[in-house]
């Protein structure tokens, strides 16, 4: 979503993985046009998603940069995998790009993209955008040739991060453990090279958003939820299933407030929808099956005839479906333990009706909590806090909804994800030019070399 706004812009081409694997690497392009954007794919091997995606990117990567270092996996296979995944993204690409085309690179998926583009001749400017939060310091060292990845990313012209709170922490990896400096401006000069770093939240397509809350599906959605209620107050969860968003403490806190507070039974019930992800990990396997267990057990203790406390769906819906969910729920619960944004939290207060607010509680520890402030903002891991965040939210009064929505829409439409596109590009643009001979570093450790 967030990218098709900036390859609008642009008349840009996205290029990325098929999501297909083939039994041998070709890296065969397949280009096709879709909604006015050229898109470019190449398919990767069983070995690729393996070690590249399922391995280095989403087990050691993602719960690293989350926080998990019990769950992450410091496995030299997936190490060479992610060097192999991104060089034969940099073979496949290079031939595609203009001389004038900057290059926009999305994600953890992609650290070592500049690096292996720059080691083929390519003097373009390159940006990189991390969605997801970018660890403290003593953290992020627990990962084997935490240098190189730096290193590599200081290949890149710009490395944008979510909040404030991530590029620092960047920052201070810079300055204590490169013994690099970082400027005002965001200028980094560390590990032989130079780039900038800075703060870009993204932000809704606000107004594709309230068009899918206008919608008829939306009303259609938002009119049978309200019936199957009853007269109940609804909260709502959506979230993709991750550990990254604290279901399970979530499922926990909202069996607590059933526990200490008898006279809401029946008045409420939770639905969460926690679409199925990366299902190849066993990781996700062990969640899911302690969620089945968790909503298994407040629904058996709780559940009377006609009330189901929890309803609890692991399939996906439509995004106009989702608007009217939002809309419909008198409270919208985002307590992920760690985030980059979380759109969720933006789109459950771009669904509301202004004349009767649901309420947002939401995580200190979402990327959004540093502009949501008017939301009530808890500590996801306190089961305490979150229990009583709902109960105060559900009884809280109409102006008071009012005056707190009034304020987090502002933020909603203050940051949407045209100005996060623009401001992105502008730094990009404002970034040094990039440095010219070719780096391919002498002690570069790499493992795999690019195939030819
Ligand atoms: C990553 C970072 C960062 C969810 N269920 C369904 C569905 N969704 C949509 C939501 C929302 C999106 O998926 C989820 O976005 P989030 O931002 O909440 O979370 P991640 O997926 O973890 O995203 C995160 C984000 O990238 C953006 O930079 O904020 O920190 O982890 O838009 O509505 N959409 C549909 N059906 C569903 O069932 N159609």
């Known amino acids: 979503m967030a990218l098709g706004a900036a390859l609008r812009e642009f008349s840009g081409v996205w290029f990325g993985w098929s999501g297909q694997t083939v039994d041998s690497y070709t890296g065969q392009l397949r280009v096709e046009r879709h909604a006015g ?17 399922n391995g280095y990117a989403n087990r050691t990567l993602w719960p690293l940069f989350h926080y998990r270092t019990d769950l992450t996996a410091y496995e030299r296979s997936f190490d060479a995998g992610y060097q192999r995944g991104n060089a034969r993204f940099a073979q496949a690409l290079a031939p595609l790009i203009q001389p004038d085309d900057f290059i926009w690179v999305q994600d953890y998926h992609l650290a070592l993209l500049a690096r292996e583009l720059r080691a083929l001749g390519v003097r373009n400017r390159i940006g990189f955008f991390l969605h997801i939060p970018w660890p403290g310091r003593r953290t992020f060292t627990t990962l084997p040739r935490h240098r190189e990845l730096v290193t590599a990313l200081l290949d890149y012209d710009l490395i944008g991060f979510q909040a404030e709170d991530f590029r620092d922490a960047f920052a201070d990896y810079i300055v204590q453990t490169a013994k690099g400096s970082v400027a005002a401006d965001g200028s980094v000069r560390a590990l032989g090279r130079a780039s900038r770093i800075g703060a870009f939240p993204i932000g809704l397509d606000v107004e594709a958003f309230e068009a899918a809350t206008r919608s008829e599906a939306a009303a259609e959605t938002a009119a049978r939820l309200a019936a199957s209620a009853a007269g109940r107050q609804v909260i709502l969860g959506v979230d993709r299933l991750d550990y990254s968003k604290g279901l399970e403490e979530r499922f926990l806190a909202y069996e607590q407030l059933l526990a200490d507070h008898p006279e809401l039974h029946e008045k409420l019930f939770l639905l969460q929808i926690a679409t199925l992800s990366r ?20 629904n058996g203790a709780f559940a009377t005839m006609d009330w189901v406390p929890l309803r609890y769906v692991n399939r996906a819906y439509r995004r106009d479906e989702l608007a009217g969910m939002y809309r419909a729920a008198a409270l919208g619960l985002v307590t992920p333990l760690r985030d980059g944004m ?13 004349d009767d607010p649901g309420v947002l509680v939401l995580s200190e520890f979402a990327g959004a909590a540093a502009q949501l402030r008017a939301a009530l903002i808890v500590n996801p891991m306190s089961r305490e806090d979150v229990a009583e965040a709902i109960r105060r939210g559900l009884a809280m009064p109409l102006m008071e909804r009012k005056s707190r929505w009034r304020d987090l829409m502002a933020e909603v439409r203050r940051t949407p994800v045209e100005a996060w596109r623009d401001a992105f590009v502008a730094a990009l643009r404002e970034a040094p030019a990039p440095a010219t001979p070719p780096r391919v570093a002498v002690g570069d450790t790499r493992s795999t070399a690019p195939t030819a």
């Open 37 to 53: 954007i050229t898109i470019a794919t190449v398919d990767l091997d069983e070995q690729d998603r393996n070690e590249y995606y």
């Open 279 to 298: 299902e190849e990990v066993e990781a996700y396997k062990d969640l899911r099956a302690r969620l089945d267990t968790v909503s298994g057990r407040i």
């Open 342 to 354: 979380n759109l969720v939290a933006k789109e459950y207060v771009a669904a509301q009706d202004p």
